[in-house]
């Protein structure tokens, strides 16, 4: 789950890492109270979505007066803000982030990260920040700083002194850094975080040390843990499926395909999606009703694919281990039913009451067509969107 910038420097400031000075507005009324607050006639208005590039996009402005940040907090609030990490429609504005401006000296990359296959806690720093890590690991991969943190034994100051140094940071900043990295990974652990950015970081004329910008992962497994954090969820700038999905316990994630799938396993939904390309077909998502399906869940599995206006037809492949392939079934008829169903659907059914599954596919009077083969039911749908096409 993602934090906004705005909650993310609240998150920082509060453990007493250095932030700018600025106001979270959602109406231009309020906008005009934070910029008297903030006692500085140039500030900074950053538009608050989940997304990376909103510089390049029109999302940050500097404003000079009041009058200029009048007309730019009311161009920016109730609109869509476009990037190259978004689709073509945006992610919708409904805050503004109003800041002080910094002197900025030196711009430097940080971010600290959990890396699954080291089993550590991954600490990457460079000297070029305030652009793309991935554009400087192609260009420059020599200037990327990465260590390994021991979560057993957690960061060494000494680890923190030889980042800095590696980086380019003056001896001045040194201290001051590893103070701030120490603070940033006792965040990062004690909130369950999967991910810190801070790009940039920066240096100013006063020899400070910054974080001009913060981007703050949360892990969705933990938020149980972490009820303060959970509330700071924005359903706005997330996908209205994978919302609908995570309140009847489904996994989905949107695709750009025309083929929906529906499975029960993530890694059987996976081999699933891979079969259905093989076979020169596009999967439309990733569904995974889990191993304790319900009638309703798959109703309202079938109710979130159908919302996505691309998908030509529907790919069911079910292994009945807990899950018994009969009550799947009884959610397929039912979500036809309710549904209307007028594309093709593949139903797959194996193992735990495959048989009476089929049966009452085959019993229902829908167009539903049965295949137990993987490779020939991945071809069949594949065949029938594309006879619809």
């Avoid at 200029?68 to 409904?94: C, R």
């Avoid at 800095?164 to 103070?179: C, D, E, S, Y």
């Amino acid at each position: 789950m993602d934090l906004h910038e705005y909650q993310g420097k609240a998150l920082l400031r509060e453990n007493g890492i250095t932030v700018p000075d600025g106001v979270a507005v959602g109406n231009l009324s309020d906008a005009v109270k934070a910029y008297k607050v903030l006692e500085s006639e140039r500030v900074v208005i950053k538009a608050q979505v989940h997304a990376g590039g909103r510089g390049k996009a029109g999302g940050v402005k500097i404003v000079s007066n009041q009058g200029e940040l009048e007309n730019e907090v009311k161009n920016l609030l109730g609109s869509n803000l476009v990037t190259h990490q978004t689709d073509k429609n945006g992610l919708p504005i409904h805050q503004v982030l109003i800041e002080t401006p910094s002197n900025i000296v030196k711009e430097y990359y940080l971010s600290i990260l959990v890396d699954r296959t080291s089993q550590m806690i991954k600490i990457v720093a460079s000297s070029e920040g305030g652009m793309d890590i991935e554009a400087v690991a192609e260009s420059n991969p020599e200037k990327i700083i990465q260590i390994d943190v021991d979560p057993t034994l957690g960061l060494q100051p000494f680890q923190s002194r030889e980042l800095g140094f590696a980086i380019g940071l003056k001896p001045v900043h040194i201290k001051q850094f590893t103070l701030m990295l120490s603070k940033l990974y006792k965040l990062f652990c004690d909130n369950d975080l999967s991910l810190v950015e801070i790009n940039p970081l920066i240096t100013n004329d006063k020899e400070e040390v910054i974080c001009l910008d913060s981007k703050i992962s949360v892990d969705e497994n933990a938020l149980y843990r972490q009820k303060a954090l959970a509330s700071y969820r924005d359903p706005s700038q997330e996908d209205e499926r994978e919302n609908h999905a995570k309140q009847w316990d489904l996994n989905y994630v949107h695709l750009d395909g025309n083929i929906g799938c529906m499975v029960n396993g993530a890694g059987l939904a996976m081999a699933t999606m891979d079969i259905i390309k093989v076979c020169g077909g596009l999967p439309a998502n990733f569904l995974d009703v889990g191993g304790g399906a319900t009638e309703e869940r798959v109703t309202e599995g079938f109710k979130i694919i159908l919302s996505d206006k691309n998908v030509r037809g529907i790919f069911v492949n079910i292994f009945g281990g807990i899950v018994k392939c009969d009550l799947i079934a009884d959610g397929i008829i039912n979500a036809c039913q309710q549904c209307n169903l007028d594309i093709p659907v593949v139903v797959r059914l194996v193992g735990n009451n495959a048989e009476l599954g089929a049966k009452k596919l085959n019993d229902s009077g829908l167009n539903l067509i049965g295949v137990d083969d993987l490779l020939e039911a991945s071809k069949c749908i594949v065949q029938k969107v594309e006879e619809l096409a």
